[in-house]
């Protein structure tokens, strides 16, 4: 008679939460990418009891995850504004942004300009873990549009135009 390896736990707070792609778009918002690890694959442990004097399962492999967000409103001036405005995790109002099978997902539609808060939790059929550790990001801003747009000349297979570009980046721009 051999041992039932089985799940027999809930998973390990997910790791390393990052972003891995963050984009603008004037028209759908911000679009990030989240990535994490699930650090309680593959170990297992062995447990004795009055009943039997060894049983060992395989602890809590993730087999799925909610991300989490939190928006700062209104957005403070900086991440150190931030921490100092809300002191801990409970100031911060978490809303369920996506469930996922692996361990990245994507969220879309978010205000550029913005700071958000983000955690995961992993899941598996014995429960969930504790919350990973808090990430913030700051999510870019849409840059100012430019001025002072000019046909310079036309031809008949071109026009060359010049334009000011916007107070982020001064320099004078020909196409």
């Avoid at 990418?33 to 694959?41: Q, R």
């Avoid at 297992?44 to 909610?66: L, M, N, P, R």
């Avoid at 931030?82 to 995790?89: A, D, N, Y």
């Amino acid at each position: 008679a051999g041992f039932d390896f089985k799940t027999c736990g809930s998973p390990s707070p997910p790791q390393n939460l990052s972003v891995s792609s963050i984009s603008v778009n004037k028209t759908t918002g911000v679009t990030l990418e989240l990535n994490w690890n699930c650090s309680s694959n593959a170990r297992k442990a062995v447990f004795t009891s009055q009943f039997c004097s060894k049983f060992s399962c395989d602890i809590a492999e993730c087999d799925s995850y909610i991300i989490e967000a939190a928006e700062a409103k209104p957005p403070p001036k900086n991440i150190v504004d931030l921490h100092k405005k809300q002191k801990s995790e409970a100031d911060l109002v978490w809303m369920e942004a996506s469930a996922v099978d692996q361990p990245s997902g994507i969220l879309n539609e978010l205000e550029a300009g913005s700071i958000y808060a983000f955690r995961i939790r992993a899941i598996n059929d014995a429960g969930m873990s504790d919350y990973s550790s808090i990430l913030y990001v700051t999510t870019p801003q849409l840059p100012n549009p430019p001025t002072n747009l000019t046909i310079d000349s036309v031809t008949t297979n071109s026009i060359d135009i010049s334009w000011i570009a916007p107070k982020e980046n001064n320099n004078n721009n020909k196409s």
